[in-house]
């Protein structure tokens, strides 16, 4: 039996890890090497790294950055943040990336997944989306959730998906930083509609949240967090080891 | 040392790195001198299977593995890679493999139910055949320890070769070897402590 994934996303500024905090056993938090190695041994089944970096320089810094994790961990490695082209996916594939996320960039460059899975291949592309109900209708929204694209959240996806993205990434901005769990009615519609793997990602508060993804909306394939593993309110080993003692399936290390 | 053949298709830095973390020295080529000079050899692969047998064709690659493995040298097919040693591929048409382990590589959705997503993409446990050896290449792996999978087919057909298999709503082939013939539909280079294991267990053989 398939697993359910548990992925923690980092965040990446000029090569060096935002917001994280005291691990014990990790002695520089802002290390993206360091963290990618403590999650990678306490249980992740994926990394995430998205590259908020707005600088050429910072560019350059993540992708040495990113060699040097795909050089010492061997788990699967996603990279998000500024993909706008073809060649940006080739950049960061270069440098040991499995599969690259595009969000605004897809938004902006309706071609822009087409080319990237014919050329990679559809396991290669993850689309990112941020969607917020508004008048009652799923909404992507773009850059980072700031602005309201006016198109239909269900729609965008399932073209996605005919398009060639192989995975979805679910961050709803409605329960996003709320910690009261994750948006499982929004979860359940985009599940109903796609049949490739489905991420769900923001609102993960404590590990009961992950219990209640996976037994409400089980066509979820994994939980996607940033802050609580970071700041160490939820560890991964403690909570697969709840999500198994759940009756969930999940891949103990 | 192990030659990682070079034929234009996969991403090969996570696999290389693998190698070095081990401890065991590996180089990224397509020369025909220089895999003759390696005494192991990887065959790696993503993408469509047609693709993939036409460019290691048209660089004359089949023939160059096929000699090297008839010599004894232990090759290890590794997701595409281990679908190209089978006779023949289904996928979007019919296409010739290596043949160097018999058996044809079909779509998923023949055998696994609709509410299964194709591809199958995540962490799934291997289980062994109970009715031969283990493989060399588990020598250090328990029944149900997981594996990263990437795929939409799967080699059938291919009982008696079968090494280990992983249960998606039907059993799927994880692992099939034919003598010094070996190779994984699953990515040891992405499977954590125990596709190391894996990988360090084929530099062994």
Partial sequence: ???????????????RVVKGVNFL??????????????????????????DITASFEGRQLFTDILTEVASQIFIPLTVGGGINTVEDFERVLRCGADKVSVNSGAIRDPGLIPA???????????????????????????????ENTGIDALEWIRSGVKNGAGEIVLNSIDTDGVKGGFDLEMLSAVCDIVDVPVIASGGAGCMEDFTELFLQVPKVDAG?????????????????????????????? | MIAIIDYGVGNLF????????IGEEAIVTGDEKRIGECARIVLPGVGAFGDAASKLRSVGLDQVVCREAAKGKPLLGICLGMQLLFDKSLEYGEYAGLGLIPGKVVSMRNVVPQAYKIPQIGWNALHFPKD??????????????????????????????????????AQITASAENGN???????????????????????EI
């Fill in chain 2, 14 to 21: 996570s696999l290389k790195s693998s190698f070095a973390y």
């Fill in chain 1, 116 to 146: 990237a899975a014919k050329k990679y291949g559809d396991q290669c592309v993850v689309l990112s989306v941020d969607v917020r109900r508004v008048d009652g209708r799923f909404t992507v929204f773009a850059k980072g959730g700031r």
């Fill in chain 1, 224 to 253: 996607l967090a940033a802050s609580i593993f970071h700041f160490g309110e939820v560890s991964i080993g403690d909570l697969k080891k709840k999500l198994q003692a759940d009756g969930i399936n999940v891949r103990l290390s």
């Fill in chain 1, 1 to 15: 039996m398939i697993t359910k994934r548990i992925i923690p996303c980092l965040d990446v500024r000029d090569g």
């Fill in chain 1, 25 to 50: 056993n990790v002695n520089d938090v802002s290390s993206p090497v360091a963290l990618a190695k403590y999650y990678s041994e306490s249980g992740a089944d994926e990394l995430v790294f998205y």
């Fill in chain 2, 181 to 203: 013939v070996f190779g994984t539909q699953f990515h040891p280079e992405k499977s954590g402590t125990i596709g190391l294991k894996i990988l360090k267990a084929f530099c």
């Fill in chain 2, 132 to 169: 031969r050896p283990r493989s060399p290449l588990y020598k250090d792996i328990r029944e149900g320890d997981h594996v990263y999978f990437v795929h939409s087919y799967y080699a059938a057909e291919c009982s008696p070769w079968v090494s280990a298999w992983t249960e998606y709503g």
